[in-house]
C-alpha cells in the first residue's frame, strides 16, 4: 500500500488565433459550472452520479458544452461545493469551541458564522479538462476540447518543465487552463507511486521538535534557522502595524503585498528545513518523527508552543512539506505522543516540570544532564519513535518504563 504523490507543473501557452474560442469556451464553461452548482446546492444534491444525471442533460442544452466539457464542470462545481461545505463545518467546529470556552468563562456569546453560499465562478475562472478533453501531441502542442471543437496551441515549456512533462516515472492525469492578466497557461497535474519505505532494521529515527525560538531541532542537535526568521518576523510585524494604523485605502495594498512576501519567505524556509531533514534521514538510512498534535486537546499539559504551533499556519505547512519530501524519497514519518517530551532527561529518564529551567535551557533534576531544552525533546521523540518502532512499549514517554524507572 503506498501513497500517491501529485505534482502539478504550470506552462505558459501560445494559443495562437484560437484566443476568441477559448474565451467563449471559458464563459459558457464556467456559467456552467455556476448554473450546476446552483442546483446541486439548492437540491443538496452531493452523490456525484446523482448529480449526474440530474444536470448533464440540461447543461449541454443550455450550455451548448460537449458531451466531455459538460462532465467536467459537473466535476468542478461538485469540488467546489465539497470544499465549501468542508470549510464550512470546519468554521462551526472552531464557533462552537470558543462560544464554550467564553461561556465557561462567563464572557460574551460569539455570534455564530455567517452560512456558506453557493460557490459561483467568474467567465474567466479556469476550465477543467480530464483526459479525455485534452491531448498533449508532439512538439510542445496541446489540443483542447472548445466549442468550436478541438484547437492545437502549442507549450511553451522552460527545460525544467518539459523535462518533467517527458519524465515517463509519472503519469499524467488531468489539467486546467488558467487565464491570469490576459496571459493563458495550462496546469498539468502529474501522479506517481510514492516509493515504498525502507524501514530502518532497528528501528531508529531521527527526532525533530518545532518550535518558536528554532523553528525545528534535530536529535543529533543541529538547529534550523532561528534567528533570521524571528528577525524577518518582527520586521513584518512592526511594519504591519505601522501600515495598519494608516489604513488607507494604499496602505491596505501595501498590507496585501507584503503578507504574500512574508508566506513567500516562510515556504521558502520551511522548504528548505524540509528538504535537510529528510536528506538527513536518507543518507542515515532512520525514520523522521515527529510529535502527533492532533490528538491533544487544551488541556493545561499542553506546552505553550504547541498551542501556538497547532494554530500557525507556518509550521502546519512544515509539517506537510516533511510529510511530503519524505514520502518523496521513501523516508517513513512516525508521530509520537507529545506527552511529557520536553520535561523527561534524555539521558536518565527522569520526569520533572522543573526540569525545564526556561524557554531554552533543559536541567535535570536527577542526574544533571544539562542541554539545550529543544535538543532534549528531540532526543526523547527519537527515544519513543524507535521504542514504538520495536514495540517494546507504547509510543508515549508517559507509558514507557524510562520514565520512571531511570537509567539507560
Ligand atoms: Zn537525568
Not at 544533571?368 to 508515549?396: E, K, M, P, W
Amino acid at each position: 500500500m503506498s501513497e500517491t504523490l501529485t505534482r502539478t507543473i504550470c506552462i505558459k501557452l501560445d494559443v495562437g488565433g484560437n484566443e476568441a474560442a477559448l474565451a467563449e469556451t471559458q464563459q459558457q464553461f464556467n456559467a456552467a459550472a455556476t448554473w450546476i452548482a446552483t442546483v446541486c446546492w439548492e437540491e443538496r444534491i452531493t452523490n456525484t452520479n446523482t448529480a449526474h444525471h440530474r444536470v448533464y442533460g440540461e447543461t449541454r442544452a443550455r450550455f451548448g458544452l460537449g458531451a466531455q466539457l459538460s462532465v467536467c464542470a459537473r466535476a468542478k462545481a461538485m469540488e467546489a461545493i465539497k470544499a465549501t461545505k468542508t470549510q464550512e463545518s470546519e468554521r462551526k467546529a472552531r464557533w462552537r469551541k470558543e462560544h464554550a470556552r467564553r461561556r465557561d468563562k462567563g464572557k460574551k456569546a460569539l455570534p455564530p458564522p455567517e452560512p456558506a453560499t453557493c460557490p459561483q465562478f467568474g467567465p474567466r475562472s479556469s476550465i477543467r479538462y480530464d483526459a479525455r478533453t485534452y491531448r498533449l501531441l508532439a512538439l510542445d502542442r496541446v489540443s483542447l476540447n472548445t466549442l468550436r471543437g478541438r484547437i492545437a496551441c502549442r507549450l511553451l515549456p522552460g527545460k525544467w518543465q518539459h523535462d518533467m512533462l517527458v519524465d515517463p516515472t509519472w503519469e499524467i492525469g488531468g489539467a486546467e487552463l488558467v487565464w491570469r492578466r490576459g496571459v493563458y497557461s495550462l496546469h498539468v497535474a502529474q501522479t506517481r507511486s510514492a516509493p515504498a519505505h525502507a524501514s530502518p532494521e532497528d528501528g531508529a529515527a531521527i527526532g525533530i521538535d518545532l518550535g518558536l525560538v528554532h523553528i525545528a531541532t534535530d536529535s543529533s542537535g543541529e538547529h534550523f534557522t532561528g534567528a533570521p526568521v524571528r528577525k524577518a518576523r518582527s520586521r513584518y510585524v512592526a511594519r504591519r502595524a505601522a501600515l495598519q494604523r494608516v489604513g488607507t485605502k494604499a496602505a491596505k495594498r501595501r498590507l496585501k503585498q507584503m503578507s504574500g512576501r512574508e508566506r513567500r519567505y516562510m515556504k521558502d524556509i520551511n522548504h528548505r528545513i524540509a528538504k535537510s531533514l529528510v536528506h538527513k534521514a536518507v543518507v542515515s538510512r532512520k525514520a523522521l518523527a515527529l510529535e502527533d498534535l492532533t490528538g491533544i486537546r487544551d488541556a493545561t499539559m499542553v506546552r505553550r508552543e504547541h498551542r501556538y504551533e497547532r494554530h500557525c499556519w507556518a509550521f502546519f505547512q512544515l509539517r506537510l512539506f516533511l510529510a511530503y519530501k519524505a514520502a518523496w524519497a521513501g523516508v517513513e514519518v512516525r508521530l509520537v505522543d507529545p506527552a511529557y517530551t520536553s520535561q523527561t532527561c534524555s539521558r536518565c529518564g527522569y520526569c520533572a516540570a522543573s526540569n525545564r529551567q526556561s524557554q531554552s535551557s533543559f536541567l535535570c533534576q536527577q542526574c544533571g544532564f544539562c542541554c539545550h531544552a529543544d535538543y532534549n525533546a528531540a532526543v526523547n521523540i527519537s527515544l519513543v519513535a524507535r521504542q514504538a518502532a520495536n514495540g517494546s512499549s507504547g509510543t508515549s514517554l508517559a507509558t514507557s518504563p524510562r520514565a520512571s524507572a531511570g537509567g539507560s
